[in-house]
T-cell receptor, first 115, second 112 residues
Framework: KAGVTQTPRYLIKTRGQQVTLSCSPI?????VSWYQQTPGQGLQFLFE???????NKGNFPGRFSGRQFSNSRSEMNVSTLELGDSALYLC??????????????FGPGTRLTVL | KQEVTQIPAALSVPEGENLVLNCSFT??????LQWFRQDPGKGLTSLLL?????REQTSGRLNASLDKSSGRSTLYIAASQPGDSATYLC???????????FGKGTKLTVNP
């Protein structure tokens, strides 16, 4: 069974540009969450999606947005990139959103560098 | 607001030693607690999930315990090996959400 996949694995952008990251959950998993990991702040929650609906959102500016498609694949978008957006962006999937007894599985991440 | 703390931040041990990693959380109203391992520059690998009604879970050389009332969990690693070197993270969920609140992790180095 394939794990969580994220594309691209690495991205280099310049300030002011925008970027779209993609996450494909484990087959059958309907919940997808996104996290930002930086050395200073650690892992911080961005959003959670279930059945194409955003169920929860972290404390990030409106430049960060996301969506989920009918096949459970998810994308996140960051507009007007800032240097501080450089981070490892991780996606996690779980079998059924909402029960919270479900083990969450993470993808390998997308390393975003903003110059 | 839930806060998760992991102590120590870093730990270096000789191969073969048994060790304990600690995790504490401020709000005992959790749904579950999950331990992860992260190798440098990589994603997170799930190690163990403990539901709020459980006291412990075991997988191979790993044993995780949960004391919800005191807001603590421990990850016990038996007979440590150099391949166990990684950062170990604990995280909790609450309130019917899949949102994980993470600690900052313990960086473990097992020396041959």
């Amino acid at each position: 069974k394939a794990g969580v996949t994220q594309t691209p694995r690495y991205l280099i952008k310049t300030r002011g540009q925008q970027v779209t990251l993609s996450c494909s959950p484990i087959s059958g998993h309907r919940s997808v969450s996104w996290y930002q990991q930086t050395p200073g702040q650690g892992l911080q929650f961005l959003f959670e999606y279930f059945s194409e609906t955003q169920r929860n959102k972290g404390n990030f500016p409106g430049r960060f947005s996301g969506r989920q498609f009918s096949n459970s694949r998810s994308e996140m978008n960051v507009s007007t990139l800032e240097l501080g957006d450089s981070a490892l962006y991780l996606c996690a999937s779980s079998l059924v959103g909402g029960s919270s007894y479900n083990e969450q599985f993470f993808g390998p991440g997308t390393r975003l560098t903003v110059l | 607001k839930q806060e998760v703390t992991q102590i120590p931040a870093a730990l270096s041990v000789p191969e073969g030693e048994n060790l304990v990693l600690n995790c504490s959380f401020t709000d005992s109203a959790i749904y579950n607690l999950q331990w992860f391992r992260q190798d440098p520059g990589k994603g997170l690998t799930s190690l163990l999930l403990i539901q709020s009604s459980q006291r412990e879970q075991t997988s191979g050389r790993l044993n995780a315990s949960l004391d919800k009332s005191s807001g603590r969990s421990t990850l016990y690693i038996a007979a440590s090996q150099p391949g166990d070197s990684a950062t170990y993270l604990c995280a909790v969920t609450q309130g019917g959400s899949e949102k994980l609140v993470f600690g900052k992790g313990t960086k473990l180095t097992v020396n041959p």
